[in-house]
């Protein structure tokens, strides 16, 4: 009879290490976020973009530079089953002008699929130059199962870039986003289109 006390005493202090790690996972998970976040800000890519006011009360007040081109070229890539691409390889921009360029997507699942979009620069210093205004990169987007959709980004290269730098790269990443879109079918959608 004495193990039967004995093994109670055992589970119990079992079920309290069990919890702890369950609470240590959860806190873990909860904080990569801000981390990822955080290292991404210090080294310079992948940055998680949104709207930023002061960039479009910029936009208005920038003056184009006619004396400068800078070719700006465009990458698209995907991970997941998407087809996603730009409609143009590249432009040439003077800086100060307002730009728009559009990109293509395409769910090739029978299913619906939330993804987001993130973009990188090279040069990396390039980055704070390039100013977007609208962006599909700026939140998740919900597609129905084979739907396909067109997304415009809106964007400036700041006058003040680098004069050495004459050639920018925009590559965007498009993933699936999982169990978003359950969160969208529960809010209705109201934060996936932009």
């Known amino acids: 009879m004495s193990e039967a006390p004995a093994a109670s005493?055992?589970?119990?202090?079992?079920?309290r290490?069990?919890?702890?790690?369950?609470?240590l996972m959860f806190g873990f998970g909860w904080a990569?976020?801000?981390?990822?976040r955080k290292i991404c800000e210090v080294t310079?890519?992948?940055?998680?973009t949104s709207k930023d006011p002061a960039v479009e009360a910029?936009?208005?007040?920038t003056q184009v530079d006619t004396s400068r081109t800078i070719v700006v070229e465009f990458d698209a890539n995907r991970q997941g089953p998407w087809r996603f691409r730009p409609h143009v390889n590249h432009v040439t921009v003077h800086p100060g002008e307002l730009v728009q360029v559009d990109y293509d997507l395409v769910n090739l699942e029978d299913r619906a699929m939330a993804g987001q979009a993130i973009p990188s620069y090279a040069p990396m210093q390039s980055a704070r130059?390039?100013?977007?205004?609208?962006?599909?990169c700026f939140k998740q987007q919900l597609l129905a199962g084979g739907?396909?959709?067109?997304?415009?980004?809106?964007?400036f290269i700041d006058p003040d870039l680098p004069k050495d730098v004459t050639q920018i790269t925009l590559s965007?990443?498009?993933?699936?986003?999982?169990?978003?879109?359950?969160?969208?079918?529960?809010?209705g959608g109201r934060d996936a289109r932009s």
């Open 17 to 23: 290490k069990l919890l702890l790690v369950a609470v």
């Open 9 to 15: 005493v055992e589970n119990r202090a079992i079920l």
């Open 32 to 36: 990569l976020i801000p981390l990822y």
């Open 44 to 48: 310079g890519i992948n940055l998680l």
């Open 147 to 155: 739907e396909t959709r067109r997304f415009p980004v809106v964007f």
């Open 129 to 136: 130059y390039f100013q977007k205004l609208e962006c599909f």
């Open 58 to 61: 910029r936009a208005r007040n």
């Open 172 to 187: 965007y990443t498009f993933f699936e986003v999982a169990g978003a879109v359950a969160r969208q079918a529960a809010t």
